[in-house]
């Protein structure tokens, strides 16, 4: 069954099958594909895209990319857009990538994050690599956060 799942109200998240469905991009009105792949095609849909080109493999460097990611999935959203984040089984590398996007403007932990991603697409499991990205990531954040909030002496 071709489907986005949904996020958010202006996230979604699947397989590259479903992604490229050009109805499915017009219902959902998704104006920004990122395809988290090497080689997964785009929707011909006229849509933004973005290409994220690491495979599922644990030793993929995903982290460099979770903040501009999560930046432009979080500009999509202010502009009343809607996103789309694939992979090819839509369960590894595209749950990474949202999950980075709400630790990071949704200021959800990892485990929160996790269960939403989950909750709306059953099959989601980011690799052993990527989760201990996720884990640095947080981590980041957490001291990101922490120092903002720190006044100069």
Known sequence: ????????KA???SNARSACSDDLIQQEAVTLCINVTRQQPFP???VALLRIPVYDDPNEDLYSYFDACADRIADEAARGGHSVVYCKNGRSRS????LAYLMKHRQLSLADA?????????VVEPNPGFWAQLE???HELKK????AGKMPA
């Open 114 to 122: 996790f269960t939403k991603v989950k909750t709306s697409r059953s």
């Open 136 to 138: 640095r990531y947080e």
């Open 144 to 147: 990101r956060r922490g120092e």
């Open 44 to 46: 011909a849909s006229h």
């Open 11 to 13: 996230l979604f998240i």
């Open 95 to 98: 749950a990474t990538i949202c």
């Open 1 to 8: 069954m071709l489907q986005l799942c949904k996020v958010t």
